[in-house]
Every structure is written in structure tokens, then in C-alpha cells.
């Protein structure tokens, strides 16, 4: 913080600083059992990042986003640029599964499962290994340069520098065949796009989890200004008891532990702690803040000191603001959280995700686009027939070898020529040329313009009897003047 300026004579000029520097937030390490679920979802997201691009299917990566041959391979699913709802829907859906978890439990997201402090939570232990806890931090901060603060502080950027790099080339990997990507990390013969994003995408982690941390909470996520939107009385928050806690006294004030504690005094023993825990830095007992982002580090360490002091847990808890004011019971407050909004949220996203799932399960095991030969609308070739000449694209989701029949209709005598079968490999796209010849006495009948048909691509079963697919595509058949 800037120091104070001096007081101005009268009619002389005063500089105002606009600016307040930007103290280092050194996070104290705590223990509990919200600490535990926090490393329960550090563990849980980082194997699942770090694991998933390594597993196979049917000899292939499971799951790989090929941009460069446009498909998106997820487990059984292979889907195209044009499953391009199946995206939207996915979004649709965590968005609504946001707005549901922000009106029960606030800011939870934030505090257990965001990337920015599931990072920020590994790059935090790496800097307590080497540089101990908040206090030794501190003392490090204010040493001179030496050999220790050297190595110490040498080998924390180091260890940071590769998690980010093998998380820059982890995300790579959904996009590049990540045993590709491996054989070339050994001569470092990346591609240029390979390049950018390993060196992209682990210097943002560098720079974020380990430099910016609680900055880019407080000030640069969007979704902690727009979270009062979605907050009410009835949201679970973390929160402190004010008429428990109040007023504070130190422990001169109160004797030893075990004690009567005296008539005057709340339970807060106004230690700091909750404060020195915090990642972003604020002191919870002046109410909720945008900038809480619920991770309920408070708590433990809270929880810690009333057991010392021998007094109930609780004093910071998850709790709504109906609930510290109104000192309801948990059944009282858990009948108020589940409230018609929460209601109506659950019933929404239910909803979708079932749509989703059913237009899954349901979805076709292949897709077709039709694309008339902009080179000749029509033309007139042997015998007076008139010709329209299209391409189809095939396209194969399934692991499987596909063979396909295609018919026309929409006009009378209309016919293909060549016969109409083609074959397409597993998960391949193929463009397949069509002519579609209209007799000159049945194009006479039709006259001249322009004629909606419709495309039949049925699937040919591997076996007899088999159910098979279908789809239509409807184009048009122009016949000249």
C-alpha cells in the first residue's frame, strides 16, 4: 500500500496516487475435511486431463479432436463438423448445471473443481515444499539473494515451468495424436500450430496458477461479477456467525484453554487465521464478497481453533444468509434451499440432458450432404435426356465398413445412372458423384424450371435381415428451357 502523503500546504499542489500496489497474497496451509475434498478434485480432474488422451479405442486414441481431417473421436463416437448440435447441447447443459450449483451452493465451482485453482492448489504445494509454509515465504520474500533463495526459488520456477509445459502438451494432445505428439517431443519436431499452443497454453498456466492466482478470480472472471444474479437469501454460502462471534478477544482476554469463556466476549478469538488461509485474500468476517470463492479453507482452520479453545464448530460454516439471521435449523434450511428455482433448474436440465441422450442413442451411424455440380445445372446428353449431376458426401460414423444404396424420386421415370451402390471405410468421408437422367417425354410433362427431388442412402445390411439406416436429402432437378 502506498504511504500516506504528507499533509499539503495551503494552495500547493498534492500528488493522489491512483494506483495501490498489489500485495503478495501468502496463503497459509490448512488441514480438514474440506481441505481433503479440495485434493479429492485436484486428483479427480488432473487424472482424467492427463489420463484421457492415452487410452485407446479400437487402436486409436479415444478421445481426439482431428481438426485437421474434421473428425472428433469419443470413445465409440466418431462425429463431424456437422454434430455441431451435439456441442451446443453439451454447452446448453453445463451452463444450466452452473446456474443449478450457483443457487444451492454459491460459488462452489470456484472453490473445488475451476482450473485456475486446481492449478493454483498444485503450484501452491510445490512452492510449500520448497519454500516452506506462509510464514518461511514471507522471511524469503524479505531475504537477500543468496544461494538458498536461489535454488529455492530456481527450482519452484523450474518445477512450475515443466507441470506447465506437460499441461500445455497434454491439452495438445486432444487435438494431435498424443503418441505422435510424444515421439516427436524427444527431437522437439512439433509442427508450427503444435508449437504455439504447447508454449500458448503452459505459459498462460505458468503465468496464471503461479503468478496472477487470486487476480484472475477477483478481477478478470467474469463470473464473479455476474454470480449476485444467481445468489439469494437462501444460497448456501460460507458465512460467519456475527452475533456467535462478537465481539472478539484475544486470549489475554479469555485465560487458558478449557476456561469459562467471559460474558463479554464472542467465541472469535480474533487469531487471523481465517485470513492468512484465504487464497484471495479477504477477511470473511465482514460479511459475503464477490471475491469469496467458497473454497472453505476458512472453515477448517476455524473449526481447528474452536476445538483448541473447546468451544462448537461452526462459528464459519457453510450456511445461507436466511440461515445466520433467522438461526434456522438444517432441516429448515435445507427446505428453503431446495426453493422453485432450484426446482425449475433441476427440472430444465433433467429435460435436456434426456434430449441429449436420446438424440445419441438414436443417432444415425452415418450422415450425407447432397451438392449439385455447380458446373452444369443441366445439360442434355444422349437420346434427349436431360442430366443433373450432384455430389454426395458420405460420411461413416461408425468403426465399421459401410455399403450404401442410393435411389431418387420426385419425378416421373427419373432415374440414376450407374448403380447406385457405394462403399465407404470406417470413420472415412467420401464424395460420391451421382448423374440423375430424366427421359426427354417425362421432361416435357415437368416442363422447364425447377423440381424439388429427394435422395434415398439406405444402408446395406452386413447380414440379412439386419435393421438397417436411412436418411433423405431433399435437392432440386432443373430442367432448361
Known amino acids: 500500500m502506498s504511504p500516506p502523503a504528507p499533509a499539503a500546504e495551503p494552495g500547493a499542489s498534492q500528488i493522489v496516487w491512483l494506483y495501490e500496489a498489489q500485495k503478495t497474497i501468502h496463503a497459509r496451509s490448512v488441514s480438514g475435511w474440506f481441505a481433503n475434498w479440495r485434493w479429492f478434485f485436484v486428483w ?19 478421445v481426439l479432436f482431428d481438426l485437421a481431417s474434421r473428425r472428433f ?17 453439451l454447452l446448453i447443459v453445463c451452463a444450466y448445471a452452473l446456474f443449478l450449483v450457483t443457487a444451492v451452493a454459491g460459488r462452489v465451482w470456484c472453490g473445488y ?10 503450484f501452491m504445494w510445490i512452492e510449500r515444499r520448497l519454500e516452506g509454509d506462509r510464514n518461511a515465504r514471507i522471511r524469503l520474500d524479505a531475504a537477500r539473494w543468496g544461494a538458498s533463495k536461489l535454488w529455492r526459488r530456481g527450482g519452484k520456477h523450474a518445477l512450475w515451468l515443466a507441470l506447465a509445459l506437460w499441461t500445455g502438451f497434454t491439452f495438445v494432445g486432444y487435438f494431435t495424436p498424443i503418441q505422435t505428439l510424444w515421439s516427436q517431443a524427444f527431437t522437439l519436431d512439433f509442427g508450427p500450430w503444435e508449437w504455439f499452443w504447447v508454449l500458448f497454453y503452459g505459459l498462460a498456466t505458468y503465468g496464471n ?64 487465521l481465517c485470513v492468512q488461509v484465504c487464497p484471495t485474500g479477504i477477511d470473511i468476517r465482514q460479511g459475503l464478497q464477490y471475491e469469496c470463492i467458497g473454497c472453505a479453507a476458512c472453515i477448517d482452520v476455524c ?6 479453545m473447546q468451544y462448537p464448530r461452526g462459528l464459519i460454516r457453510y450456511d445461507t444468509q436466511n440461515g445466520l439471521t433467522r438461526h434456522l435449523s438444517a432441516a429448515q434450511r435445507w427446505r428453503r434451499v431446495l426453493r422453485p428455482r432450484v426446482v425449475i433448474y433441476t427440472a430444465v436440465l433433467l429435460a435436456i440432458c434426456a434430449a441429449l441422450a436420446a438424440s445419441l442413442w438414436w443417432r444415425p451411424p452415418f450422415r450425407v450432404d447432397v451438392v449439385r455440380d455447380r458446373g452444369a445445372l443441366a445439360r442434355v446428353v444422349e437420346d434427349g435426356r436431360v442430366e443433373n449431376v ?8 461408425s468403426e465399421a465398413t459401410q455399403r450404401f444404396r442410393i435411389t431418387v424420386s420426385g419425378l416421373e421415370a427419373m432415374q440414376l445412372r450407374g448403380s447406385g451402390e457405394a462403399s465407404v471405410g470406417a470413420t472415412e468421408s467420401r464424395w460420391v458423384p451421382v448423374a440423375v437422367q430424366l427421359p426427354p417425354d417425362a421432361a416435357q410433362r415437368a416442363g422447364p424450371g425447377v423440381h424439388a427431388i429427394e435422395f434415398r ?21 432443373v430442367v432448361p428451357r
Do not use: H
Open 457 to 477: 442412402i439406405e444402408q446395406i445390411p452386413a447380414t440379412a435381415g439386419k435393421p438397417t439406416w436411412q436418411r433423405q436429402e431433399r435437392s432440386t432437378f
Open 44 to 62: 479427480a480432474t488432473q487424472l482424467v486431463f492427463y489420463g484421457l488422451p492415452w487410452l485407446s479405442w479400437n487402436g486409436r486414441q479415444a
Open 390 to 397: 450432384y455430389r454426395l458426401q458420405l460420411m461413416n460414423a
Open 209 to 272: 496458477a503461479g503468478f496472477l492466482r487470486e487476480q484472475v478470480c477477483k478481477y478478470m472472471c467474469p463470473y464473479a461479477r455476474f454470480q449476485s444474479a444467481m445468489f439469494d437469501r437462501d444460497t448456501l454460502i460460507v458465512g460467519y456467525d456475527t452475533e456467535r462471534g462478537e465481539p472478539r478477544g484475544g486470549n489475554a482476554q479469555r485465560g487458558r484453554s478449557g476456561q469459562a469463556k467471559p460474558a463479554a466476549l464472542g467465541d472469535c478469538i480474533d487469531c487471523g
Open 73 to 89: 473421436y469419443l470413445g465409440g463416437m466418431v462425429l463431424y463438423p456437422q454434430d455441431f448440435i451435439y456441442l451446443s447441447g
Open 303 to 308: 473449526d481447528g481453533v474452536m476445538d483448541k
Open 113 to 122: 473443481a475451476c482450473p485456475q485453482t486446481v492449478y493454483t492448489e498444485m
